[in-house]
């Protein structure tokens, strides 16, 4: 069955750090790609999107992420992080028509 | 700026009992989704519509109904809740098809805790 994992369910970087939160799906073909991210008390909101073109997509607040397909992953970067980045960030994927599957979540804390 | 609202933003359900979760969005989209989320797992699609009027199962329907009576408005419906159904549930809209790479916007999330 086609999933979406996001191994880490928490980080903890400094402030300054760079970061890389992990995605994998399993889906042999090449799906939609996205990240989103919720802030405390809010709802989701879109990162990123990819489905083809340039692997690496940039995304709002100097995020980016790189697709590769031989890895079926989609990591998301940054090269710096602010401790307004403390959030939850969500991968979620989409194939087929199908509305997108989602992951579970990884937990980004940011130390002062 | 796309809005998605969601009421109660928490509730306590008794066992047995009828929940109805509302969602509402003024952002003229034609596609609305529920979903939910359970802790340590991603969210999943309940019910989801692309049209007043009309709704149409997700991955996870049983034991939910939802109802989507205009554009604006689409509710999702625990007609006897159990406590399984205890998790957050977020609504969603978007432009396009959501499986065609279109934007979902998400509403706050509705805490919904079954005793």
């Known amino acids: 069955a086609q999933s979406v994992t996001q191994p880490d369910a928490r980080v903890t970087v400094s402030e300054g750090a760079s970061l890389q939160l992990r995605c994998k799906y399993s889906?042999?073909?090449?799906?939609?790609l996205f990240w989103y991210v919720q802030y405390p008390r809010q709802g989701l909101q879109l990162l990123l999107k990819y489905y083809s073109g340039d692997p690496v997509v940039q995304g709002v607040n100097g995020f980016e992420a790189e697709f590769i397909k031989s890895n079926s992953s989609f990591h998301l970067r940054k090269a710096s992080v602010h401790w307004s980045d403390s959030a939850v960030y969500f991968c979620a994927v989409s194939y087929n028509n199908n509305a997108p599957r989602f992951g579970a979540g990884t937990k980004l804390s940011v130390k002062p | 700026e796309a809005a998605v609202t969601q009421s109660p933003r928490s509730k306590v359900a008794v066992t047995g009992g009828k929940v109805t979760l509302s969602c509402h969005q003024t952002n003229n989209h034609d596609y609305m989704y529920w979903y939910r989320q359970d802790t340590g797992h991603g969210l999943r699609l309940i019910h989801y519509s692309y049209v007043a009027d009309s709704t149409e199962k997700g991955d996870i329907p049983d034991g939910y109904k939802a109802s989507r009576p205009s554009q604006e408005n689409f509710s999702l419906i625990l007609e006897l809740a159990s406590l399984s159904q205890t998790a957050v549930y977020f609504c969603?809209?978007?432009?396009?098809?959501?499986?065609?790479?279109?934007?979902?916007?998400f509403g706050p999330g509705t805490r919904l805790l079954v005793l």
């Open positions: 889906y042999s073909g090449t799906p939609y």
């Open positions: 969603a809209s978007s432009d396009l098809w959501g499986g065609n790479q279109d934007t979902q916007y």
